[in-house]
């Protein structure tokens, strides 16, 4: 059939290189999947302004009520008979 000739070998600095690309890749692969989001200049969450709900208040206050308007649904829309199953159609 077909000779085939081999394929010729990859020099050493090709390797060096594709060895330095590959460890700096999963360097930086774990790196930020390990890293903390905002790492160099986290602090830990503030007080907040407002004193927490004494028993009984649910407004003013940290744990409060939130008011929430919500709409209605609206009506699903009619569903137009197909010919097929209509009389008239036949």
């Known amino acids: ?15 060096l290189l594709i060895l330095a690309c590959a460890v700096a890749t999963v360097y930086m692969i774990l790196s930020q999947v390990t890293a903390r989001p905002g790492a160099p200049d986290w602090k830990p969450p503030a007080t907040a302004d407002k004193p927490r709900c004494a028993p009984g ?12 308007i919500v ?20």
């Open 1 to 15: 059939m077909y000779e085939v000739e081999p394929l010729p070998a990859t020099p050493w600095r090709r390797r």
């Open 57 to 68: 208040q649910t407004t003013d206050c940290v744990g409060g009520v939130a008011t929430v």
């Open 71 to 90: 709409t209605p649904a609206a009506a699903p829309a009619p569903v137009p008979a197909s010919p097929a199953a209509s009389p008239a159609g036949r």
